[in-house]
C-alpha cells in the first residue's frame, strides 16, 4: 500500500500544476499532464486487483544491407571494421555478393572480372591509397552501377566508402607486412592526414623491398622449321631453370591538398616512385632434340630501374540550375632504363638494352543537368594522348618514337523511380597511332545500356549491355624486329586495328534478411577480330618470329552465383562463389575450353579476436591475345587476428598443403609453335604473413578517410 499511496501524491501535484497552467493559458502542456495524470491513478487501485502479464522481448534490427534501382548499400558491422586492416580488406571481410576479390594482386572486380573503381567519400582512391585507411570510422558502403553522380567520372561500377568527416584534426598509421619461407619480402609504409576547416593535406610514404632465389619459368618449345635443304622439321627446344636471384625495391611518395566544401570539390595530387631491379637473374640447363644429348647452360640477366612522376587534379562545381561540372585532367611521366642479355653455351650472346622517356596526359570532363526529380542528362568529353620516345641498343639498334591520341565525346541519360533505373550513353572515338610515321586511324562508335528494377529493399534485377571497342598497346604495334632467343623474334605489327566487342550481363540479387545476401549472374562477351598472337616464318623458315594479326573471335560466357551468410548473431559468416566458364576461340586458333572455379571464406569473430579460412581453387581461363590455355593453383589460407580501436596484428598461414615453387602452367598451340611454360615464383608456395598497422589521433576533431597511396608512371612500350 506504501506504492499506492506515494503514487496519490504525486497526483494531488500534477493536478495543481494542471490548475496553474490553465490559468496561464498553457492548454496543451495541461492535456498532457491530464493524461499522465489519469494513466497514474489508474496504478491506485488495490494491488490484488491488478493482473500482470509478462511481456516477450522486443528487439528492433536496423537494416544492415539493402537494395535499390540506384545502388546497393551495406553498413559494416563493428566486429567486420575492427577486424579490417584496410579499405581492401574491409571489402574482403563484408564478402559482398556483387563483387569478387583477388586473394594475391587484391584486384576488385565484379563477377564478370570487370573493374570495379574504389572511391572514398565520392572522391577516386586507388587501392594503395585506401592502405592507410582507419576502418573503424566507415559508416557504409555503397555498391553502384553506372552512377550518374559527375563525381564518380563516369565509372561504369563503382565501391563508394563512406567515411565520418571532422572539422579539423588528423591521424598518422603506420603499416608493415612480412613475408616468410618466401625469402625476404617486405612492405612497410605511413600515411599522415590532416584536416583543418576546407582543408585536408596527406602524406604517403613507402618502401616496398622483396629478394628471392624463386623466380623463372621452365619452357618447352616446339618449333616448326626448316634445315638448310629446306625441308620441315621440328625442334624441341627446352630451358630448365636451375637457379634464379631477384631483388626489388620500390620508395613511393605522395602529397595531396583536398578544398572541400558544399559546392566545391579540389583535389590535387603528386607523386614520385622509384623502382629499381639491381639483380634479376635466370639460369640452367638447356637441350636439343632432335641434336646432342650432350647438354647446354643458358644465363638470363634483366636488371632495370625507372623512375615515375604523377599528376592528378579533380574539380567538381555545383552549379546553379542544377547544373553541375566535373573536369579530371591527369600527367604522368616515367624513366627507365632496362638492360637485357641472354646467353648459351653454344651461340652468341644477345644484348638489348632500352632507355626510355615515356609521357601520357589525359583530361576528363563532365557536365550534367538534373531535370525534375526522376531524369539526368550529362555531357562527356575526354582526350589524351600516350608518348613514348625509346631508343634500343646491343644486338639491335633502333630509334622509335610512338603516339597513341584519342578524343570522345557523349551524351548520357538517366532515368530513376521508385522502382525502377535506366542508364544509357552514346558516343563516338577518335584515335590515331603513329608508330615511326606509319599512322593508323579509327573511328567507332559505343553504347552502354544499363537497367535496374528493385520491387523492394531486398531484391534487385539488373541487365547491361555494352558496344565498345578494344584498342592494342604500343608495344603490340612496334615495328621493331627484336631477337629472344636462337630460334625466337619478337614485333609488333603498326598496322594492327582495334576489336570491337559486346557485352551482356544479367544478374539478381536477393537480400531478405541482413543474415543472408545472394547474387547470381549471367555474363556474355564476344570480341570480334580480336587482336592475337600469331608465328611466322623467319630468316627463310631457320627461325619464327612472334608477332599479332587481327583474326577470328573470342567468346566468353559464365553463369554463377554468390552469396553469403551469417550465424550467431554475425560471429560467424560463410562466403561462397562458384562459376562455370565457358571459352571459345575461332579462326585460325579454333579451340574451346569449359573450366569450373569456386571460392570460398569462413570468417569467426570472438571479442577482439577474429579467425578466417580462405579457398580459391586452381584458376583457369583462356587468354584473349593469345592461343594459351592458363592454370594457376589453389590459394587457401588461414588466419589469425586481433584488434583494438589503435591496434590490428594478423598472422595467416597460405598455401601450406602445396609442395614446390610452380605458380602456374600455361600451354600455347599454334600451327608453328606449340610451348609448355611452367612459371616458378612465390605467389603459390607455402608462406606465412605477419601484418600489423598502428594508428594514432591528434587534434579535437579527425577527419579519416580517402587515404593517398602510391602514384603510378606512364606505361612503358619496351617489349619482354
Not at 586473394?103 to 592507410?132: H, Q, R, W
Request: aromatic share 14%; net charge positive.
Amino acid at each position: 500500500m506504501t506504492f499506492v499511496k506515494h503514487n496519490i501524491i504525486k497526483i494531488r501535484y500534477l493536478w495543481r500544476h494542471i490548475i496553474n497552467d490553465i490559468m496561464n493559458h498553457r492548454v496543451q502542456t495541461s492535456i498532457f499532464c491530464a493524461i499522465f495524470a489519469i494513466a497514474a491513478m489508474a496504478q491506485t487501485e488495490s494491488l490484488d486487483s491488478i493482473r500482470t502479464q509478462e511481456l516477450n522481448e522486443v528487439v528492433v534490427e536496423a537494416q544492415m544491407q539493402r537494395t535499390s534501382p540506384t545502388s546497393t548499400t551495406y553498413t559494416p558491422t563493428v566486429k567486420q571494421k575492427n577486424a579490417s586492416q584496410n579499405a581492401i580488406d574491409l571489402l574482403r571481410q563484408m564478402a559482398i555478393p556483387q563483387i569478387q576479390i583477388n586473394p594475391v594482386s587484391e584486384a576488385v572486380t565484379d563477377n564478370a572480372g570487370g573493374e570495379v573503381a574504389i572511391f572514398i567519400n565520392y572522391l577516386e582512391a586507388s587501392k594503395e591509397e585506401m592502405e592507410g585507411l582507419r576502418t573503424p570510422d566507415v559508416k557504409k558502403v555503397e555498391y553502384l552501377e553506372f552512377p550518374t553522380d559527375p563525381r564518380f567520372r563516369g565509372a561504369q561500377r563503382v565501391v563508394n566508402i563512406i567515411v565520418q568527416e571532422y572539422a579539423f584534426g588528423g591521424y598518422t598509421k603506420l603499416t608493415t607486412n612480412e613475408n616468410f619461407l618466401v625469402g625476404f619480402s617486405s612492405r612497410n609504409n605511413i600515411f599522415s592526414k590532416f584536416s583543418y576547416k576546407k582543408m585536408t593535406y596527406d602524406l604517403y610514404v613507402g618502401a616496398n623491398n622483396w629478394n628471392n632465389h624463386h623466380i623463372g619459368n621452365n619452357v618447352k618449345g616446339i618449333y616448326s622449321l626448316k634445315d638448310a635443304d629446306g625441308k620441315d622439321y621440328q625442334l624441341t627446344r627446352t630451358e630448365t631453370l636451375d637457379g634464379s636471384h631477384y631483388k626489388q625495391n620500390q620508395y613511393p611518395v605522395t602529397f595531396r591538398a583536398t578544398y572541400a566544401s558544399e559546392k566545391v570539390q579540389i583535389r590535387n595530387t603528386v607523386g614520385f616512385i622509384h623502382l629499381g631491379v639491381p639483380v634479376y637473374e635466370q639460369r640452367g640447363s638447356l637441350t636439343y632434340q632432335p641434336g646432342s644429348e650432350q647438354n647446354y647452360a643458358f644465363n638470363r640477366s634483366n636488371p632495370n630501374r625507372s623512375n615515375s612522376l604523377a599528376y592528378q587534379g579533380s574539380f567538381f562545381f555545383s552549379l546553379p540550375n542544377q547544373f553541375s561540372i566535373d573536369i579530371s585532367p591527369r600527367f604522368n611521366y616515367m624513366h627507365s632504363n632496362d638492360y637485357l642479355t641472354y646467353s648459351t653455351s653454344t651461340t652468341p650472346e644477345i644484348v638489348r638494352n632500352a632507355r626510355e622517356n615515356a609521357y601520357n596526359y589525359r583530361v576528363d570532363a563532365y557536365l550534367q543537368k538534373r531535370i525534375g526529380q526522376k531524369h539526368t542528362a550529362m555531357l562527356g568529353v575526354n582526350g589524351g594522348d600516350n608518348i613514348n620516345r625509346l631508343r634500343y641498343s646491343g644486338t639491335n639498334s633502333y630509334y622509335d618514337r610512338f603516339h597513341n591520341a584519342f578524343a570522345a565525346g557523349m551524351l548520357c541519360y538517366n532515368f530513376q523511380a521508385q522502382k525502377v533505373s535506366l542508364y544509357a550513353d552514346a558516343g563516338f572515338c577518335w584515335e590515331q597511332s603513329d608508330i615511326n610515321g606509319i599512322k593508323n586511324s579509327d573511328k567507332y562508335p559505343f553504347l552502354h545500356v544499363n537497367f535496374r528494377y528493385s520491387q523492394n529493399s531486398k531484391n534487385t534485377l539488373s541487365a547491361y549491355f555494352q558496344f565498345a571497342s578494344s584498342s592494342p598497346g604500343i608495344n603490340q604495334k612496334a615495328s621493331d624486329v627484336l631477337q629472344d632467343n636462337e630460334y625466337m623474334f619478337v614485333s609488333g605489327n603498326p598496322l594492327l586495328e582495334n576489336s570491337r566487342h559486346i557485352t551482356l550481363n544479367l544478374a539478381y540479387t536477393w537480400m531478405p534478411s541482413n543474415a543472408f545476401g545472394l547474387s547470381a549472374f549471367n555474363n556474355f562477351f564476344e570480341m570480334i577480330d580480336r587482336q592475337i598472337i600469331t608465328y611466322k616464318p623467319h630468316f627463310d623458315g631457320n627461325a619464327l618470329l612472334r608477332t599479332y594479326i587481327n583474326d577470328g573471335n573470342y567468346i566468353q560466357n559464365e553463369i554463377g552465383l554468390a552469396a553469403n551468410y551469417k550465424l550467431f548473431g554475425g560471429k560467424l559468416q560463410l562466403y561462397v562463389s562458384p562459376k562455370q566458364t565457358f571459352f571459345k576461340s575461332t579462326g585460325v586458333y579454333n579451340k574451346s575450353y569449359a573450366p569450373f572455379t569456386v571460392t570460398a571464406q569462413a570468417t569467426y569473430y570472438l571479442n577482439s579476436f577474429y579467425f578466417q579460412a580462405y579457398y580459391q581453387s586452381p584458376g583457369k581461363q583462356m587468354f584473349t591475345s593469345s592461343p594459351q590455355i592458363y592454370k594457376d593453383r589453389n590459394f587457401h589460407s588461414l588466419t589469425v587476428g586481433w584488434a583494438n580501436s589503435d591496434w590490428n596484428i594478423r598472422v595467416m598461414a597460405a598455401n601450406i598443403f602445396n609442395k614446390g615453387w610452380n605458380s602456374a602452367n600455361i600451354i600455347t598451340e599454334s600451327p608453328l609453335y606449340t610451348e609448355y611454360r611452367g612459371n616458378i615464383g612465390t605467389s603459390s608456395h607455402p608462406r606465412i604473413n605477419i601484418t600489423a598497422t598502428y594508428t594514432f589521433g591528434y587534434g579535437k576533431k579527425v577527419q579519416r578517410g580517402n587515404e593517398v597511396g602510391e602514384q603510378s608512371g606512364a606505361s612503358s612500350a619496351i617489349m619482354k
